[in-house]
């Protein structure tokens, strides 16, 4: 069956703090996924749907059911390690996939069955795909996050977080790559994920309608637009989806190898300490977003704007004290508490600011 066609993420008006969360996941996936809460009509479905068309296409194992990447033999799933541990693999072109999970969706389905009586008749391992085997690679999207099952979201965020898909029974294991981009939205008047699943999502966002009336026009026309003619539309935003797609695809290349300083890593703990933020977890996701940022900007090591940038999508849900509709954070007032915990930190001669940390794939100095 044919993909439908998606309106274009290029031609999405405003609303640019999303685009720019979705965006670094797609570049880095392990950032760990993205919330987006707001009212109904505010392209929350859309923006996640004209990502996924956006993706580049991925080489996978032809005979994969998982979309193994045949240049990662030790990421490989249980059935590719077993028929290809002394041969080289075909491999073929496929879409990045889009995934849409059902509210109603359980863990069986989620995660996948093993069949335990085959294992036991017959001695043979049998498993039966689920969710995350279909959007191993791709875009796994939840809509109405909120109104899942608790235990369902932290199977979701936990395949997140580690890449893999580990299913027991019985004392039977099957493991998979799980490795996709998680994108949750919801409708804050339908009720609220509970605060440790939100401090699970790595970057939110709220988002609300345009009130600027040029905007909103613009929205009706492109809409219009698009509706009466998907592929012609769609044909007039081709070249700046391709350019798009092709920075995304080169960050990716190199966003591991994206560099930074002690001073770097002092200036995150210290804005996330200032703000009391509970765990380390923000820290993390700040760092790899602004590497996300900096390898989309093409440079080989992250600046202060970058961290800034990342902070907005990072803190909103994690700030303690206050209702999570009032936890904007305007990244004017990011960079001036930034700048006073790096003037903090100079008064202080804390950490040599110099000195270079490795990133997690790289051993680049700074000149």
Not at 176 to 186: E, Q, R, S
Not at 236 to 263: D, F, T
Request: hydrophobic share 40%.
């Amino acid at each position: 069956m044919a993909r439908r066609v998606a309106f274009p993420f290029t031609a999405i008006v405003g609303q640019e703090r999303m685009k720019r969360a979705l965006i670094l996941n797609a570049v880095n996936p392990q950032i760990g996924g993205v919330l987006i809460r707001g009212e109904r009509g505010t392209a929350k479905s859309t923006a996640a749907r004209a990502l996924a068309a956006l993706l580049p296409d991925i080489e996978v194992v032809s005979d994969c059911r998982f979309g193994c990447d045949p240049q990662r033999p030790d990421a490989w799933c249980d059935d590719c390690r077993a028929r290809h541990s002394d041969n080289k693999p075909d491999a073929v072109i496929r879409r990045t996939p889009f995934v849409d999970l059902p509210v109603s969706a359980t863990e069986d389905r989620v995660v996948g069955t093993l069949d335990i009586e085959k294992a036991i008749q017959r001695g043979e391992k049998h498993f039966e795909s689920g969710i995350l085997a279909s959007a191993n690679r791709g875009l796994l999207y939840v809509d109405e996050v909120n109104l899942l099952d608790d235990h369902v979201v932290d199977l979701l965020l936990d395949s997140a977080a580690m890449g893999i898909n580990v299913v027991e029974r019985e004392g039977i294991s099957f493991v998979h790559p799980a490795k996709f981009i998680l994108v949750g939205t919801m409708n804050p008047e339908e009720g609220d994920l509970r605060p440790q699943l939100l401090d699970r999502f790595a970057f939110s966002v709220n988002i609300s309608g345009i009130s600027d009336t040029r905007q909103r026009v613009e929205i009706m026309e492109r809409r219009i637009g698009f509706e009466i003619d998907p592929n012609g539309f769609r044909a007039q935003w081709a070249e700046q989806e391709k350019l798009l797609s092709n920075q995304i695809s080169h960050a990716r290349e190199m966003v591991n190898s994206v560099s930074y300083s002690r001073r770097d890593l002092v200036s995150i703990a210290g804005l996330t300490a200032s703000l009391n933020v509970d765990g380390h977890r923000a820290d993390l996701v700040i760092l790899r977003g602004a590497q996300a940022h900096a390898a989309l900007q093409g440079r080989d090591r992250i600046t202060d704007r970058d961290i800034v940038l990342a902070a907005e999508l990072a803190l909103p849900h994690r700030i303690k004290g206050r209702p999570f509709q009032d936890t904007g954070i305007a990244s004017g007032d990011l960079e001036d508490r930034l700048a006073d915990v790096q003037q903090d930190m100079d008064a202080s001669e804390m950490g040599e600011p110099t000195d270079q940390v490795e990133s997690e794939s790289s051993v680049k100095k700074k000149p």
